[in-house]
């Protein structure tokens, strides 16, 4: 069996404070019925609503994905990503009748990562990335997809959203955690010249770690380190989501509970 | 106060994305005078205020080439703190197409290099400016067949710029079929320029979903004649 700890957060970016724009990512977590699932969403710069779009993404995958992960997981890929495409766009779609906007004002990235019972269910459309932790090591799990050019990417609402929904489905194995991370924080947490995780990926995940630390106070650590020094390092808006997965021995448990056995009748 | 505490050397230092511009400008024998002056006055306040842009001096990666009596890379690209520009002087005939067909090569090359050295680089500009008519007509189709072509793929953002009353504006309009040139307002070069850096630092801060830079009619106002 496996018990959780997650931590979130986002940050505006300069870009958005100067032009006087929310922030636009979204993080999400959800868990219920032996499932974690956390979320990212990274609203489009130029949509006047995107924040609404990817805070309904991310809220709409946590939730779902929690109330019928078993279903979901036992699909193909294919299947599997046009179910929750569909899902997705139908409620952007009903969101921006009631705003009386055009679908694409509601345009976001998503990443999620949702586990059960030793499995892991994840995905991912446009930029930003997902690491996973292998033995406590970030290794990387999702790369970003853009265009050609640094402000491309592709969106939920994007007409060609299909073709670049990537799913992923296996078990943990020897992965201990997650971490998504929008295109902000990306600058910060990978180095494109080594092509490789930074140092902050562990430090984030020994913070998980420590027992020591509630949820509350990583996301406080979060919050003031990405303010601090991600902001300085783009323009965009900041966030990531991270996920600690503690395999508990169940045959530990056994054992203990036999060796009680055998203390009383011995 | 937290003790988690993330150190900078525990982060990426990736390089900004980079904006590629070739300025494509008319030397030629026509633009002797006031012209040139205002358009070296002009280079030198785009120069002066892309450096004072904390954003668009490590966005920007700017080239020019000249065409009068021969078509030079009067500017390669380079770091822009490192860039002297040469004060240019008017001669020689319009050798426009041969300069175009120049600006796209030595913009491919530079994409080539930042695929090389892993560096994320923005939809390149191409800015054509001149005060006359080609001498070199008989390169225009391909020159202005190739700036369509990548303008329809959406890889290359051309402004053309007509100089004075003797720029030939029909011929201008043929490397861009999707807007028209636009006409510079008597020796407006500064005001362009300026409109030019802050266009440059817009693109520089722009992310995903920004799409490629619309221009604001109003903000043409400042240098150009055109009706709009």
Redesign the interface.
Known sequence: MQKYKVSGTCVRGASHIESNLPCQDRVSSSFKNNVITLSLADGAGSCSMSEIGAEISTQFISDYLCLYFDEVFLENPERIKEVLLLKIRQLLIDKSKDLNVSLRELSSTLLFVSVKNGNYLAGHIGDGLIASYVNSKPEVFSLPENGEYSNQTYFTTSKTALDHFRIYKGELGLINGFVLMSDGSYESLFDKNKNSLTMANETFFSWLKDEGNSQEKIEEALHLNLKKLFTKKTTDDCSVNLLLINHVDEVSWYELLLNKVRHIFN | M?N???Y????????T?RVPICLVLDVSGSMAGGPINELNKGIEAFMTEILEDD?AQDAADISVVTFGTVVEIALKFDNIEKQVVPKFSAGGTTPMGAAVLKSLEILEERKKEYKEA?V????PWLVLMTDGVPTDMQIIPSATKKTNNLINEK?LTLYSIGVGNNADMRQLSQFDLSKPPLKLDGLKFKEFFEWLSQSVSV?S???????TLKMDLNDLRGWTTLEL
């Open positions: 937290s988690l505490v993330i900078d050397q525990e982060l990426a230092d990736n390089p994305a954003i892993g994320d680089y923005f939809q890889k693109v801060n722009s992310t995903p979903g920004d799409g």
